[in-house]
């Protein structure tokens, strides 16, 4: 079955504890960005890549690492996190072409 | 600055009772906008892409229209499941026709009550 998974899907951590959200998705797909939604606030973009070692910063970047090795996997990396980092995130692909992007079912995390 | 704005940001419609959503974007040379559906608990869910004014697409009850500074999202007699958040977004410019940087707009909640 085609489909981007996220791993964990719940996360509760403590200030400053380094953490990384997993996101793979099994179609092949070039392009990959990972999201934050807030309420109020809707979806704001934090980084994408294009390919395999092409990444790039979306509007929210700050606070946030990415990495793509491989084509599959794009996983977002907080080097120490922080209470207004509490999110619902969200990783999402896209095959090159296709302005289509599927969606994870989401990480929800919570920083205390 | 919102490069995308949505309104209403939340609506109650009767089953049967047709609306129109809106999203109106301030990106200069459009390159694409698409609509999203997501359920609570969910990621979103493709709809549509629109890439230039006068452009228009269907699927079931819902038809995307899209003009120089706006697109709108009509429902044609609504049904309870039609319930969801949709969400609008467009593509930066400067990125061209590939998927780059996307602003999403805060979305429109939409309730549809039998």
């Known amino acids: 079955e085609a489909q981007v998974t996220q791993n964990p899907r719940y996360l509760i951590t403590v200030t400053g504890k380094k953490l990384t959200v997993t996101c793979s998705q099994n179609?092949?797909?070039?392009?990959m960005s990972w999201y934050r939604q807030d309420p109020g606030l809707g979806l704001r973009q934090i980084y994408y890549?294009?390919?395999?070692?092409?990444?790039d910063k979306g509007d929210v970047p700050e606070g946030y690492k990415v990495s793509r090795k491989e084509k599959r996997n794009f996983p977002l990396i907080l080097e120490s996190p922080s209470p207004n980092q509490t999110s619902l995130y969200f990783c999402?692909?896209?095959?090159?072409?296709?302005?289509?992007?599927?969606f994870g079912a989401g990480t929800r995390l919570s920083v205390l | 600055e919102d490069q995308v704005t949505q309104s209403p940001e939340a609506l109650r419609l009767q089953e049967g009772e047709s609306s129109s959503l809106n999203c109106s974007y301030t990106?200069?040379?459009?390159?694409?906008l698409f609509w999203y559906r997501q359920d609570p608990g969910k990621g979103p869910e493709f709809l549509f892409t629109?890439?230039?004014a006068g452009e228009e697409k269907e699927k079931e009850r819902l038809k995307a229209t899209l003009t120089k500074k706006e697109s709108f999202l009509h429902i044609t007699a609504p049904k309870p499941e039609d319930s969801a958040t949709y969400l609008c977004?467009?593509?930066?410019?400067?990125?061209?026709?590939?998927?780059?940087?996307?602003?999403f707009g805060r979305g429109t909640q939409l309730t549809v009550w039998p």
């Open positions: 990106v200069s040379g459009l390159r694409g």
């Open positions: 999402a692909s896209s095959p090159s072409g296709k302005n289509i992007q599927y």
């Open positions: 629109l890439y230039s």
């Open positions: 179609m092949n797909h070039e392009y």
């Open positions: 890549s294009m390919n395999v070692e092409v990444t």
């Open positions: 977004a467009v593509q930066d410019p400067d990125r061209g026709s590939t998927l780059g940087r996307l602003y």
